[in-house]
């Protein structure tokens, strides 16, 4: 009995000892941080984008390859619109596919889920987010003033939205420049906001056309939602085609004045020297054959 | 001084027929220029596929052969027209010898630009359509104008020994006759015709110098007016030019001791020609030097991330041992041993100046190589034969084909014209002896 007993310890210690072995090399996988947000480009194109981060020495740092799946109002196979893996910078892009517009039109909310799948260093996790469908409706006058509305979906009806911080911005190549001094504005009461555009003397394309965007960045509720206007306020940009100018890069026959001048006088100095030698060749010939 | 006669000094600079080892030494000579022309027909027919260029290293040993060749004709310059003009007479007995050098070294390096060009069909394009602003048609220009240049500076020294030639016909084979008859019969040794040649002489003297400057400014600039690590440089023009006086000038002291021996030239090539142009070689060492400690101290001092790789793969890298192999054997040793009077004796000056030359080649691949194997976006997706570049056998036999083509052309002139010019050396120990009867004459 005393045997039977003293066995059946060691065993419990022995099962003990390992599903504590067990249980620590589960929890060597870090935690993994997911962030969903939502895009709404110039009404037309909407796009999740899913953002992977961990805690490293008290710093997030971003986490690249791990698979997210996306889904619509609920985590089951019928909902799933997508997967997509993170870049080098954490984030993982879908593009609402065609396939989801039956379920897409079905509300003016909805929710979106992104779920990461568990690696061999991360716990899977989730994040999801509600939106409500919403547009921004850019409108402009001769004096150079943007008025945009922001509307949300009510139903089947687009309702104005008060409080809601939006920007008026021009689109350049590498960023939005704001159109004057103000940086947000606030809808009012019909959801419009009003501006003038001060940005005199901006570079536009070649018919002096610039791209306007209202936008409204990282609401809880709305997303982030654009829309841009193509208005001719810029400055015409001349293209001077250098293709026929004298330059050093340019085709042959098209050489600077100044490094044709240099270049045809040294050659015709320093040939001229060496056809003047080789007369002089010549006359030690003639010298010679008289002498002969 | 020893008191030699005109018959005398005439018989013993008379080019004379190849022995057994003239003999042996064209016939190697010959051979691998056959095997290198075998090689370029592979290249033709093949591609340069056949080479181990590619993508990144698209200049081989091919340009390192060609710059090589542009430098060591530098002497030509150095020696005849820098020194004439000058009137250092010690050098009379070296000035062919320079000007053979030069003629050879910058006929191959116009033949090696034609080897490197996959499709040399295609030659004529860069008449029809060079662009002035490029650096390449500069160098085509130049190297045209130089070799003209040298050809006249070798020619019109060589008249009154034609004259002499002619003469001794019964020294020399009809062929040989034939031709000494059509380039010089015409030379009667006139006042007119000696003051001509003078002047022309003094001319190309003064002429050939900024033109030497030039080509190999021009040469440099190749490299110089890019923008890569290794090469974005304003040091490259003088650190070109000093590098070509010294691979020269160590040229000329191997020639020197190799005619020497051969042709028992102990009177006109002395002991005293070795130790003069061993202090010169000493000289050009010490200047290239310091070019060289420019070129490379400066940017490693500054260590720009984009020449960090190239300047850690030179120091201490994938090229350390060729790069310092490269600094020790073409200056350093030769610096050692020209600095001390017993180094400048024969033997030891010609070990030097083969240091110089050897080392003087491997500095060029220095040159070439390495910067391109270090391009500024990094190489990716690429396959394993383009990060590395060793040459293939084709390259190694189409250049040592090119440099024993360059040699066959001096050893050829050797033997056909006098390496040391009769006419100068016979009015110098005329002037020699008349001085020192005069001195004599004086004492008594």
């Known amino acids: 009995m005393m045997k039977r007993n003293i066995y059946l310890f060691w065993l419990i210690l022995l099962l003990l000892i390992t599903s504590a072995q067990i249980s620590k090399g589960q929890s060597s996988k870090r935690e993994l941080s997911v962030n969903l947000s939502y895009f709404n480009q110039n009404n037309s194109i909407q796009y999740l984008s899913a953002q992977t981060k961990t805690k490293v020495d008290g710093k997030f740092q971003n986490v690249a390859g791990i698979p997210i799946t996306f889904y619509i109002n609920s985590e089951i196979p019928n909902n799933l619109i997508g997967k997509a893996i993170t870049n080098e910078n954490g984030y993982a892009i879908l593009f609402i596919p065609p396939a989801a517009q039956q379920i897409w039109k079905q509300n003016a909310k909805q929710t979106f889920l992104a779920v990461s799948a568990s690696t061999p260093q991360f716990e899977s996790n989730n994040a999801s987010t509600e939106i409500t469908k919403a547009k921004i409706v850019i409108d402009t006058g001769t004096d150079k003033t943007i008025t945009a509305t922001f509307l949300a979906l009510n139903d089947s009806t687009w309702q104005p939205i008060k409080s809601i911080d939006m920007k008026l911005a021009i689109k350049r190549f590498d960023g939005d420049l704001d159109i004057n001094e103000t940086p947000t504005y606030t809808t009012d009461s019909l959801g419009q906001i009003s501006g003038v555009y001060k940005r005199d003397n901006l570079p536009g394309d070649s018919k002096g056309n610039i791209v306007l965007v209202a936008k409204v960045e990282d609401n809880d509720q709305f997303g982030n939602l654009s829309s841009e206007k193509i208005v001719p306020w810029g400055t015409i940009l001349k293209y001077n085609s250098q293709f026929d100018k004298r330059t050093l890069f340019a085709r042959s026959g098209r050489a600077p004045i100044w490094l044709e001048l240099i270049a045809y006088s040294i050659m015709i100095s320093v040939w001229g020297i060496i056809i003047f030698l080789i007369l002089q060749i010549r006359k030690v010939i003639k010298l010679g054959k008289n002498v002969g | ?444």
Not at chain 2, 125 to 135: E, I, V, W
Not at chain 2, 161 to 185: A, E, H, P, V, W
Not at chain 2, 323 to 352: N, Y
């Open chain 2, 1 to 444: 001084m020893e008191n030699l006669d005109k018959q005398k000094i005439t018989s013993d600079l008379l080019p004379a027929k190849f022995g057994k080892r003239g003999t042996i030494w064209v016939a190697i000579l010959l051979a691998f220029c056959a095997i290198g022309l075998f090689a370029y027909v592979r290249q033709l027919t093949k591609g340069l596929i056949v080479t181990s260029m590619r993508d990144y290293v698209s200049w081989g040993i091919y340009i390192s052969n060609f710059v090589f060749f542009v430098a060591i004709s530098l002497v030509g310059s150095l020696i005849t027209a820098i020194f004439r003009l000058n009137n250092v007479h010690w050098s009379t007995p070296l000035t062919r010898i320079a000007e053979i050098i030069a003629v050879s070294a910058i006929t191959f390096a116009a033949i090696i630009i034609v080897v490197d060009m996959g499709r040399p069909d295609r030659f004529y394009n860069l008449f029809l359509h060079g662009r002035l602003q490029s650096p390449i048609i500069w160098d085509v220009i130049v190297i045209t104008t130089y070799f003209f240049i040298s050809l006249l500076l070798l020619y019109f020294p060589l008249l009154p020994d034609l004259q002499i030639l002619i003469k001794f016909k019964d020294k020399t084979n009809r062929t040989l006759y034939r031709l000494y008859c059509f380039l010089g019969s015409f030379w009667k040794n006139t006042p007119q015709q000696i003051n001509i040649s003078a002047k022309a002489l003094n001319i190309l003297s003064i002429t050939i110098i900024p033109v030497a400057f030039a080509i190999h400014t021009v040469t440099s600039w190749l490299f110089a007016t890019t923008y890569r690590p290794g090469w974005d440089s304003t040091n490259f023009g003088a650190y070109f030019i000093s590098g070509a006086f010294l691979v020269g000038a160590g040229a000329v002291l191997v020639a020197m001791y190799v005619f020497r021996k051969e042709y028992q030239l102990e009177r006109y090539i002395t002991e005293v020609h070795f130790d003069k142009m061993g202090k010169v070689v000493v000289m050009l060492a010490l200047l290239y030097l310091y070019f060289n400690v420019n070129e490379f101290l400066v940017p490693a001092f500054k260590m720009k991330k984009p020449e960090e790789d190239h300047l850690k793969g030179l120091f201490n890298g994938e090229f350390a041992f060729v790069f310092w192999f490269a600094i020790i054997t073409s200056m350093i040793l030769p610096i050692i041993i020209l600095l001390f009077k017993k180094g400048r004796k024969p033997f030891p000056a010609f070990v030097a100046g083969i240091l110089v030359v050897i080392g003087s080649w491997f500095k060029r691949y220095i040159i070439v190589t390495p910067t391109l194997l270090h391009p500024f976006l990094p190489m990716y997706d690429v396959p394993q034969s383009y990060r590395h570049y060793f040459p293939s056998w084709e390259e190694w036999a189409i250049a040592i084909g090119s440099l024993a083509g360059a040699l066959l052309i001096i050893t050829i002139f050797a033997r056909i014209f006098p390496i040391i010019p009769i006419q100068e050396t016979i009015e110098e120990f005329e002037e020699k002896s008349d001085l020192s009867l005069k001195n004599k004459q004086n004492v008594s």
